[in-house]
């Protein structure tokens, strides 16, 4: 069983800074893109950040600049560094990972259940 549990959400005034992170636990053999979408109220769900196992990433135009996306592979964990926060990036960040549980299955997508970011102004 392959779980994700994110944590480091919070209230954080408009320009503050947020450290989310994502550890990947289970039966793992290799994880390909780790990624942070988010999800603010009456929107849909959008990807703010992926990276994927040789360090290559991709952000979200709004986010470009603020937030860093980061992981440590020995430990299955990505991060999401978020400065200069605005109150449009309040929402729930959810962490995604396609996983390999053995060499011979391919690669199924995980979600975690989420952590909410609010910013206040």
């Known amino acids: 069983q392959v779980q994700l549990v994110e944590s480091g959400g919070g209230l954080v005034q408009a320009g503050g800074s947020l450290r989310l992170s994502c550890a990947a636990s289970?039966?793992?053999?290799?994880?390909?893109?780790m990624a942070w979408y988010r999800q603010a109220p009456g929107k849909e769900r959008e990807l703010v950040a992926a990276?994927?196992?040789?360090?290559?990433?991709n952000y979200a135009g709004s986010v470009k600049g603020r937030f860093t996306i980061s992981r440590d592979n020995a430990k299955n964990t990505a991060y999401l560094q978020m400065n200069s926060l605005k109150p449009e990036d309040t929402a729930v960040y959810s962490c995604?990972?396609?996983?390999?549980?053995?060499?011979?299955?391919?690669?199924?997508?995980?979600w975690g259940k989420g952590t909410l970011v609010t910013v206040s102004s």
């Open positions: 990276i994927t196992s040789g360090g290559n990433t």
């Open positions: 995604n990972a396609h996983i390999k549980v053995t060499a011979a299955h391919f690669a199924m997508q995980y």
């Open positions: 289970g039966s793992i053999f290799s994880i390909n893109t």
